[in-house]
T-cell receptor
Framework: DTGVSQDPRHKITKRGQNVTFRCDPISEHNRLYWYRQTLGQGPEFLTYFQNEAQLEKSRLLSDRFSAERPKGSFSTLEIQRTEQGDSAMYLC???????????FGPGTRLTVL | QQQVKQSPQSLIVQKGGIPIINCAYE??????FPWYQQFPGKGPALLIAIRPDVSEKKEGRFTISFNKSAKQFSLHIMDSQPGDSATYFCAPGGGNQFYFGTGTSLTVIP
């Protein structure tokens, strides 16, 4: 069990650029969640996958955000035309069906200049 | 996130003290009530969780007390240690979505 991994750990980009983050969940986990966490706040739910199906999306997830989980394994989160307000820590978590426990990755810290 | 209110925002205790962190929620459909611990630069890690069919759960030095009628649950840390200094989050929900509180920064003074 190697835990949830996220890549990159840090990303600095200029406003208007597109960025993509990757999450590799624990291998036998079929649930995958994305959260956004800003300084001094708790993680905010963005979206949820069960296997390859995206079953829930928060209203926070604007049209500039898209997430995929092809083949139900790793997942990517893409932000198009980044804005300074997108600066945050993006966290990925995974879990098993029928079990609510989530295992979080270390996060990707995005800074938009 | 507005569905969950966590208090206090910060807490300082002496080593051996018993910090108590509270979480109030609105959605009666929630069926899973966890507490997470987060250290700087790390993702949250599950500390302890409870289901609504029990009023208290103890795991080591950590205890959750759950009051279904008041829609509140709390975390008690017995014999707190400097290594417990971290940010703690409640995150009630279940299945597809979980709603994190705003966090409590705990400092345990040696």
């Amino acid at each position: 069990d190697t835990g949830v991994s996220q890549d990159p750990r840090h990303k600095i980009t200029k406003r208007g650029q597109n960025v993509t983050f990757r999450c590799d969940p624990i291998s036998e986990h079929n649930r995958l969640y994305w959260y956004r966490q800003t300084l001094g706040q708790g993680p905010e739910f963005l979206t949820y996958f069960q296997n390859e199906a995206q079953l829930e999306k928060s209203r926070l997830l604007s049209d500039r955000f898209s997430a995929e989980r092809p083949k139900g394994s790793f997942s990517t989160l893409e932000i198009q035309r980044t804005e300074q307000g997108d600066s945050a820590m993006y966290l990925c978590a995974s879990g098993r069906s029928q079990v609510d426990e989530q295992f979080f990755g270390p996060g990707t810290r995005l800074t938009v200049l | 996130q507005q569905q969950v209110k966590q208090s206090p925002q910060s807490l300082i205790v002496q080593k051996g003290g018993i910090p108590i962190i509270n979480c109030a929620y609105e959605n009666t459909a929630f069926d899973y009530f966890p507490w997470y611990q987060q250290f700087p630069g790390k993702g949250p890690a599950l500390l302890i969780a409870i289901r609504p069919d029990v009023s208290e759960k103890k795991e080591g030095r950590f205890t959750i007390s759950f009051n279904k009628s008041a829609k509140q649950f709390s975390l008690h840390i017995m014999d707190s240690q400097p290594g417990d200094s971290a940010t703690y989050f409640c995150a009630p929900g279940g299945g597809n979505q979980f709603y994190f509180g705003t966090g409590t920064s705990l400092t345990v003074i040696p």
